[in-house]
């Protein structure tokens, strides 16, 4: 994985620590054009990988991607799903079927309803899972999709539940299915590290929250520090700056300085943060 990836929380009014700026930002990122720019301004900083939701605007920027291949022949996207409003909005605008239909992949709509339908009969829950990924991963068709991450919404209920098995089901599917390698987003990454290892996954890849003042870090900061330096997986740290809490210098030299991150993931919308923050990993963490 690259060092550095681009998320997507700035372009849909996510702002852990500001409403007025998240309505801002939700104001300015209407126009697709305005996403495109800052993906570029991104790029053109070495920034090849976006880690994004499933949000259905995102199809929009696939579009784009597909549709200027030379400019874009080393862009990785990192899907990250489920993105659940937009299941709420494809039922009120085309019904139950129309919405189906809409995000079946294109291998056929019978087929994949019949494969959905006999799950359903069944109570196959593994069907409906693998159904559903693939639907997720309808707008992603014809690019590089070499990670492909569960959400912590659901990743921290099936925690909660206790259905560890939803997290094998969903790791040998994306590997069989799109020779991707599964990816966990969390609140509360020491107890996810334990189960994964239960079940036997790996050196997984898990995202979540790493910084210095253990902004939303569910399990508790010394629980972090042990799961970084004791298991075997790959870190991806995310809220790093905690929502503007840190100041950007102090926050990426902590972070850097952590053993097991293999990245960072961070949202900016400027070109001159989006420098600043790669110059930043540049001093403290060189590249290979």
Same mark, same amino acid.
């Given at each position: 994985?690259?060092?550095?990836?681009?998320?997507?929380?700035?372009?849909f009014?996510?702002?852990?620590?500001s409403?007025e700026?998240?309505?801002?930002q939700?104001?300015?990122?209407?126009?697709?054009?305005?996403?495109?720019?800052v993906?570029?301004?991104?790029?053109d900083?070495?920034?090849?990988?976006?880690?994004?939701t499933?949000?259905?605007?995102?199809?929009?920027?696939c579009?784009?991607?597909?549709?200027?291949?030379?400019?874009?022949?080393?862009y990785?996207?990192y899907?990250?799903m489920?993105?659940?409003?937009?299941?709420?909005?494809?039922?009120?605008?085309?019904?139950?079927?129309?919405?189906?239909?809409?995000?079946?992949p294109?291998?056929?709509?019978?087929?994949?309803?019949?494969?959905?339908g006999?799950?359903?009969?069944k109570?196959?829950?593994e069907?409906?899972?693998?159904?559903?990924?693939?639907?997720e !991963?309808?707008? %992603? &068709?014809?690019?590089?999709? @070499?990670?492909?991450?569960?959400?912590n919404? /659901?990743?921290?209920?099936?925690?909660?539940?206790g259905?560890n098995?939803?997290?094998?089901?969903?790791?040998n599917?994306?590997?069989?299915?799109?020779?991707?390698?599964?990816?966990?987003i969390?609140?509360?990454m020491?107890?996810?590290?334990?189960?994964?290892?239960?079940?036997?996954?790996?050196n997984?890849?898990?995202?979540?929250?790493?910084n210095?003042?253990?902004?939303?870090?569910s399990?508790g900061?010394?629980?972090?520090?042990?799961?970084?330096?004791?298991?075997?997986?790959?870190?991806?740290? !995310?809220?790093? %700056? &905690?929502?503007g809490?840190? @100041?950007?210098?102090?926050?990426?030299?902590? /972070?850097?300085?952590?053993?097991?991150?293999?990245s960072?993931?961070?949202?900016?919308?400027?070109?001159g943060?989006?420098?600043?923050?790669?110059?930043l990993?540049?001093?403290?963490?060189?590249?290979?």
């Amino acid at each position: 994985m690259d060092q550095l990836l681009f998320g997507d929380n700035q372009f849909f009014g996510v702002n852990h620590m500001s409403e007025e700026k998240a309505r801002a930002q939700a104001m300015r990122f209407q126009d697709i054009n305005a996403v495109i720019e800052v993906l570029d301004n991104a790029y053109d900083e070495g920034i090849k990988t976006f880690m994004c939701t499933t949000h259905e605007r995102i199809a929009l920027v696939c579009d784009h991607m597909r549709a200027n291949p030379t400019r874009y022949a080393d862009y990785k996207f990192y899907p990250c799903m489920p993105y659940a409003h937009k299941y709420a909005n494809a039922m009120t605008d085309h019904g139950l079927l129309g919405a189906i239909k809409h995000f079946l992949p294109e291998e056929g709509f019978l087929d994949s309803a019949m494969r959905g339908g006999m799950s359903l009969a069944k109570k196959d829950i593994e069907g409906i899972t693998t159904l559903l990924i693939d639907a997720e !991963m309808k707008m %992603f &068709a014809g690019l590089q999709t @070499p990670v492909i991450f569960l959400q912590n919404v /659901v990743v921290d209920f099936l925690l909660g539940l206790g259905f560890n098995e939803a997290f094998r089901i969903f790791a040998n599917h994306v590997k069989a299915r799109y020779g991707a390698e599964p990816g966990f987003i969390t609140m509360n990454m020491p107890r996810l590290l334990d189960v994964l290892e239960e079940l036997g996954i790996e050196n997984p890849i898990v995202c979540a929250n790493i910084n210095k003042v253990g902004f939303r870090m569910s399990g508790g900061f010394e629980a972090y520090e042990t799961a970084l330096k004791e298991k075997k997986f790959r870190a991806i740290a !995310m809220s790093v %700056f &905690a929502s503007g809490a840190i @100041p950007a210098n102090e926050a990426i030299e902590w /972070v850097c300085a952590q053993p097991n991150i293999e990245s960072i993931v961070f949202g900016a919308s400027s070109k001159g943060n989006i420098r600043s923050t790669r110059e930043l990993v540049d001093r403290y963490w060189p590249r290979n």
